[in-house]
């Protein structure tokens, strides 16, 4: 059951840009994650926000929830080529249900 | 170091030929989880286990099998692979289910030929 939806599938930029990615689900949530994943290898958490939270950093990383819109974005700053990797939203709904992945976003940071 | 391993990486088999992809934990968690990712439908869950001998469906079980004997392991069964189970396979751990974040292993990538 996909719960996230990040938008846009995928996404190309120069290095030293900005990258926005967006999630969208659809129930009430616990909490919100972000995951990276280099080309076939696992995925690794970058930021869990919880849903009375609307705003969290960590180092270059910026990630917003608006639980009335039901919608996250995440915001890298000044981009690198090593940060070229796929981005997945995961939402842990309400009711101790587990964690649901959303499809990714494919971004890559040209040099 | 805390990890996720998984073992093997790469896995080539034939239909029918029972297998076992092996996870191991050292961080003590007790939520383990398995997954498959394919392209275009994203990463979808196989099992899950909550603790020591409590274990859960995901969204995609049939032809898994799971066990939780020990904390630290998770091993995934598959007892007549079909070639529509040919994906890239990753196990994951963490705290609790809900509100902390997941520690995933490398993959392993299963081809049932």
């Known amino acids: 059951s996909q719960q996230g939806e990040e938008d846009p599938q995928a996404l190309s930029i120069q290095e030293g840009e900005n990258a926005t990615m967006n999630c969208s689900y659809k129930?009430?949530?616990?909490?919100l994650q972000w995951y990276r994943q280099n080309s076939g290898r696992g995925l690794v958490h970058l930021i869990l926000?919880?849903?009375?939270?609307r705003e969290k950093h960590s180092g270059r990383l910026r990630v917003t929830l608006d639980t009335s819109k039901k919608s996250s974005s995440l915001l890298i700053t000044a981009s690198r080529a090593a940060d070229t990797a796929s981005y997945f939203c995961?939402?842990?709904?309400?009711?101790?249900?587990?964690?649901?992945f959303g499809k990714g976003t494919r971004l890559s940071v040209i040099a | 170091e805390a990890q996720v391993t998984q073992n093997p990486r790469y896995l080539i088999t034939v239909t029918g030929k029972k297998l076992t992809v092996t996870c191991s934990q050292n961080?003590?968690?007790?939520?383990m989880s398995w997954y498959r990712q394919d392209p275009g439908l994203g990463l979808r869950q196989i099992y899950y286990?909550?603790?020591?001998?409590?274990?859960d469906k995901g969204d995609v079980p049939e032809g898994y099998k799971v066990s939780r004997k020990e904390k630290r392991n998770f091993p995934l069964i598959l007892e007549s692979p079909s070639p529509n189970q040919t994906s890239l396979y990753f196990c994951?751990?963490?705290?609790?289910?809900?509100?902390?974040?997941?520690?995933f292993g490398n993959g392993t990538r299963l081809t049932v030929t």
């Open positions: 286990s909550m603790n020591v001998e409590v274990t």
């Open positions: 129930t009430s949530i616990n909490n």
């Open positions: 961080m003590n968690h007790e939520y």
């Open positions: 994951a751990s963490s705290l609790d289910r809900v509100n902390s974040p997941l520690h």
């Open positions: 995961a939402t842990a709904p309400s009711g101790n249900t587990p964690l649901v």
């Open positions: 926000i919880r849903s009375n939270e």
